[in-house]
């Protein structure tokens, strides 16, 4: 099995930085695709941003030019910079990573546990 655990959640004032960490460990023969989702109160999960394999990222119109996405594949590790925090952001964040357990194994996409992420002054 894989398991992901993120850390970085915290409270932070409006226009305030915070940098969200996810490792994934466990049996991995490889990471195709790394992503960050959020789920506020009463709304459904949304996707945040995104890195392929070839380190292509993508964003969501509401997080673009404030969220950089990255990923460290030496550590199984996928990180998000979010910037210039609005309360909008807030919300639990995480982390989701296709992984192909092992070679000649589907992928299947893996999920942690959420870290909180709360903007208010």
């Known amino acids: 099995q894989v398991q992901l655990v993120e850390s970085g959640g915290d409270l932070v004032q409006p226009g305030g930085s915070l940098r969200l960490s996810c490792a994934a460990s466990?049996?991995?023969?490889?990471?195709?695709?790394m992503g960050w989702y959020r789920q506020a109160p009463g709304k459904e999960r949304e996707l945040v941003a995104r890195?392929?394999?070839?380190?292509?990222?993508y964003y969501a119109d509401a997080v673009k030019g404030r969220f950089t996405i990255s990923r460290e594949n030496a550590k199984n590790a996928v990180y998000l910079r979010m910037n210039d925090l609005k309360a909008d952001d807030t919300a639990v964040y995480y982390c989701?990573?296709?992984?192909?357990?092992?070679?000649?194994?589907?992928?299947?996409?893996?999920w942690g546990q959420g870290t909180q992420v709360t903007v208010s002054s």
């Open positions: 466990g049996s991995i023969f490889s990471i195709i695709n």
């Open positions: 989701s990573m296709f992984v192909r357990p092992r070679s000649m194994v589907p992928p299947a996409w893996f």
């Open positions: 890195i392929g394999s070839d380190n292509t990222p």
